[in-house]
């Protein structure tokens, strides 16, 4: 089956509703940290990298039955979350080093253009020359280290500028605005 215009519009539309529902979960759940796993927890990058890579996760789920025979397949996904994790750190650093204070059209801007950059880098490498095996093995590993990085980066967070919360200071579940209010009471 072929991917074309069709798959990259309804994935990004998902990746960019879902993503954005994804920011606000956290603290509609009661700060469940099953749910903090999938949603943002805090207002760092690598939270809101993090709603792009669980919005993808789910795309990934649906159109693995559809798509999943592809050869390219796991190269395509993995590439779309590679986008992902470049592109938005690079364009919010990158205006963030003109301009003092955050935007925020032009953060939900940033979201929207990685979410399109990802399907787009999936749909063209899904339609592409054929890659072998090996690539798809490595492609596979690759989506395992992606993952394991994403379940684990919340709750041990490295301590730099990707996964400091601007308003607390702080890192992953520690960095949350609700919990810091609970600690000054």
């Not at 709603?51 to 559809?66: G, H, K, P, Q, Y």
């Not at 607390?168 to 609970?182: A, E, N, S, V």
């Amino acid at each position: 089956m072929e991917a074309g215009l069709g798959i990259f519009i309804v994935e990004s539309l998902v990746i960019v509703i879902l993503g954005s529902l994804l920011h606000f979960t956290y603290d509609w759940s009661g700060e469940n940290k099953f749910v903090g796993f999938f949603s943002a927890v805090n207002e760092s990058t690598w939270e809101h990298i993090k709603l792009a890579l669980s919005a993808i996760f789910i795309c990934t789920l649906v159109d693995v039955w559809f798509l999943g025979g592809n050869q390219n397949y796991w190269y395509a996904r993995n590439l779309s979350f590679i986008v992902s994790v470049l592109v938005i750190p690079a364009l919010f650093y990158g205006y963030r080093s003109f301009v003092r204070h955050s935007i925020l059209a032009v953060d939900i801007s940033i979201f929207v253009v990685a979410a399109m950059l990802s399907e787009l880098v999936f749909v063209v490498v899904l339609n592409g020359p054929t890659i072998g095996p090996k690539m798809t093995g490595l492609s596979l590993a690759g989506g395992v280290l992606i993952l394991t990085a994403y379940l684990l980066l919340t709750k041990f967070p490295l301590h730099n500028f990707l996964f400091e919360d601007p308003i607390t200071h702080r890192y992953g579940f520690d960095g949350h605005k609700k919990l810091m209010r609970r600690h000054k009471k």
